[in-house]
C-alpha cells in the first residue's frame, strides 16, 4: 500500500459524458501527478500539482482539467468524454516539488470504460 | 520533446533464465528511475541511478546507468514466478524539468 488513495476504482460512461476523478495524496507529500495509461502508450504524464499550484504539463487534452485543493487531494475532470478516453489514470505523489530526484508514489489507479 | 524508448516489448522466460531490459533516451538524463507494475497493479518504485556508470543491485536485480546517461538497463538473475509484471524506466532531464518521462515498459512472463 503507497498511501495514495484513488476514488472510484472503476468507472463507466458514456461518450460525450463528465467524470471526476479523486486522488489524495500521501501524508506529507506536496505534489500530485496524474498520468493515463493505455494499452499501447504506456504511463503518459499528464499534469503535476505542487502545493495547490499547476507544476508542470505534460500530454494534458484541452477536454481535461485538473486541480490540487487546499487539503492536497487532487481532482481531475474529463469532459467530452471520447471511447479512446478509455484507460487507467494513475495518481502519483511525491513529498516535495518533483522533478530532480523524486520518488513517486502511485495510487491504485481508476479504470475507466468509456462506452 | 524528450523520449525514452524501452526494448523489449515482451519478454517470456523459463523460469530460472535471465532477463535485461534496456532503455534509451533521446537526451541526456539527470537520473533514471526504475518501476515494477505487477499484473493488476500500480507501478511501484524500485531504485533510481544517479551518478554516469552507476550500478546498483538489489538481491537478483542489477541495475546500470550508461557513461552517457542515456542509457540504463535491468538485469535479473535465474527469474523467479514472483518478478512477473512490467518494468517502466523514467528518466528526468533535469533541465528545469519536473517531470518524470516513462518508457513503455518490458513485460516480463515467466513460465514456471
Known amino acids: 500500500d503507497s498511501g495514495v488513495t484513488q476514488t472510484p476504482k472503476h468507472l463507466i460512461t458514456a461518450t460525450g459524458q463528465r467524470v471526476t476523478l479523486r486522488c489524495s495524496p500521501r501524508?506529507?507529500?506536496?505534489?500530485v501527478y496524474w498520468y493515463q495509461q493505455s494499452l499501447d502508450q504506456g504511463l503518459q504524464f499528464l499534469i503535476q500539482?505542487?502545493?495547490?499550484?499547476?507544476?508542470a504539463k505534460g500530454n494534458i487534452l484541452e477536454r481535461f482539467s485538473a486541480q490540487q485543493f487546499p487539503d492536497l487531494h487532487s481532482e481531475l475532470n474529463l469532459s467530452s468524454l471520447e471511447l479512446g478516453d478509455s484507460a487507467l489514470y494513475f495518481c502519483?505523489?511525491?513529498?516535495?516539488?518533483?522533478?530532480?530526484?523524486?520518488?513517486?508514489?502511485f495510487g491504485p489507479g481508476t479504470r475507466l470504460l468509456v462506452l | 520533446g524528450q523520449q525514452v524508448m524501452q526494448i523489449p516489448q515482451y519478454q517470456h522466460v523459463q523460469e530460472g533464465e535471465d532477463f535485461t531490459t534496456y532503455c534509451n533516451s533521446s537526451?541526456?538524463?539527470?537520473?533514471i528511475q526504475w518501476y515494477k507494475q505487477r499484473p493488476g497493479g500500480h507501478p511501484v518504485f524500485l531504485i533510481q541511478?544517479?551518478?554516469?556508470?552507476e550500478v546498483k543491485k538489489q538481491k537478483r536485480l542489477t541495475f546500470q546507468f550508461g557513461e552517457a546517461k542515456k542509457n540504463s538497463s535491468l538485469h535479473i538473475t535465474a527469474t523467479q514466478t514472483t518478478d512477473v509484471g512490467t518494468y517502466f524506466c523514467?528518466?528526468?532531464?533535469?533541465?528545469?524539468?519536473?517531470?518524470?518521462?516513462f518508457g513503455k515498459g518490458t513485460k516480463l512472463s515467466v513460465i514456471p
Open positions: 500539482y505542487y502545493n495547490g499550484e499547476e507544476r
Open positions: 501524508s506529507g507529500d506536496l505534489s
Open positions: 541511478l544517479v551518478k554516469s556508470g
Open positions: 502519483a505523489s511525491s513529498v516535495g516539488s518533483g522533478g530532480r530526484r523524486e520518488t513517486q508514489y
Open positions: 537526451t541526456t538524463l539527470s537520473n
Open positions: 523514467a528518466g528526468d532531464s533535469g533541465a528545469g524539468s519536473y517531470q518524470l518521462t
